[in-house]
């Protein structure tokens, strides 16, 4: 099963207000494992950039000013996600601004369908808990080291690990399904694995012998009367 986990970052907090998206990050993943494909672009959001937007993610209007806009990342972007399920850590916000920008270049809106909502699930599996991203991470023992902003691809990496963990995938301190994860990088299905030969399970003559002897020992047991 392919899906596609999403994160975006942007100027602010509200599209219809004029915020914009200034970086998409995506991370492929099957059966929940990273094949280690993925989608990156910075956007060129075509206005300012507001002080806190920047103390979130440190994306200055400087260092966008020469990045494609959204029009010209659309289409690899389309294509990438294909109609693939995505897995959004808060999807009403990711799904509100991209499809606010594909409104503005009159293409179809990504159905919320398709979105798995990465809080909702940490909400339902840990009532009352903090499910921000840093706080799963936390919870499930993900190194936050290289986080020192928001960065929609580091945000979408980190978002893998967690999101194995919501589905039971791993356990805190255990690195489990690394064969599924190399294989699904390399396109393969099926793992092969050894053929082990059948235990024997038939008592040794020794020991049938001593089991009946044991039963020497009990008194007209049921197993013997032929009924």
């Given at each position: 099963?392919?899906?596609?986990?999403?994160?975006?970052?942007?100027?602010?907090?509200?599209?219809?207000?004029?915020?914009?998206?200034?970086?998409?990050?995506?991370?492929?993943?099957?059966?929940?494992?990273?094949?280690?494909?993925?989608?990156?672009?910075?956007?060129?959001?075509?206005?300012?950039?507001?002080?806190?937007?920047?103390?979130?993610?440190?994306?200055?209007?400087?260092?966008?000013?020469?990045?494609?806009?959204?029009?010209?990342?659309?289409?690899?972007?389309?294509?990438?996600?294909?109609?693939?399920?995505?897995?959004?850590?808060?999807?009403?916000?990711?799904?509100?601004?991209?499809?606010?920008?594909?409104?503005?270049?009159?293409?179809?809106?990504?159905?919320?369908?398709?979105?798995?909502?990465?809080?909702?699930?940490?909400?339902?599996?840990?009532?009352?808990?903090?499910?921000?991203?840093?706080?799963?991470?936390?919870?499930?023992?993900?190194?936050?080291?290289?986080?020192?902003?928001?960065?929609?691809?580091?945000?979408?990496?980190?978002?893998?690990?967690?999101?194995?963990?919501?589905?039971?995938?791993?356990?805190?301190?255990?690195?489990?399904?690394?064969?599924?994860?190399?294989?699904?990088?390399?396109?393969?299905?099926?793992?092969?694995?050894?053929?082990?030969?059948?235990?024997?399970?038939?008592?040794?003559?020794?020991?049938?012998?001593?089991?009946?002897?044991?039963?020497?020992?009990?008194?007209?047991p049921i197993w013997r009367s032929g009924t």
């Amino acid at each position: 099963m392919r899906e596609v986990i999403l994160d975006t970052e942007t100027t602010g907090l509200d599209p219809s207000s004029g915020d914009r998206v200034v970086e998409i990050g995506c991370i492929e993943t099957h059966n929940h494992m990273p094949t280690g494909a993925h989608f990156h672009c910075y956007v060129n959001p075509e206005r300012d950039m507001p002080e806190g937007a920047f103390a979130v993610h440190g994306l200055s209007s400087e260092f966008l000013s020469d990045k494609p806009i959204f029009a010209d990342v659309a289409a690899p972007f389309l294509e990438f996600i294909g109609t693939d399920p995505l897995v959004i850590h808060n999807a009403k916000f990711d799904m509100g601004f991209l499809n606010a920008e594909l409104s503005r270049l009159d293409k179809p809106a990504i159905e919320y369908s398709r979105a798995v909502d990465t809080v909702a699930l940490a909400r339902r599996r840990y009532p009352g808990a903090q499910v921000s991203l840093d706080a799963l991470c936390r919870r499930f023992e993900i190194d936050l080291s290289r986080r020192e902003k928001h960065g929609a691809l580091l945000d979408a990496e980190l978002l893998a690990e967690v999101y194995l963990y919501l589905m039971g995938g791993r356990q805190p301190g255990l690195d489990l399904n690394v064969d599924a994860a190399k294989a699904a990088a390399e396109g393969i299905t099926e793992i092969e694995r050894p053929q082990r030969p059948a235990r024997p399970h038939a008592p040794s003559p020794a020991e049938a012998e001593a089991h009946e002897a044991f039963l020497d020992q009990i008194t007209d047991p049921i197993w013997r009367s032929g009924t």
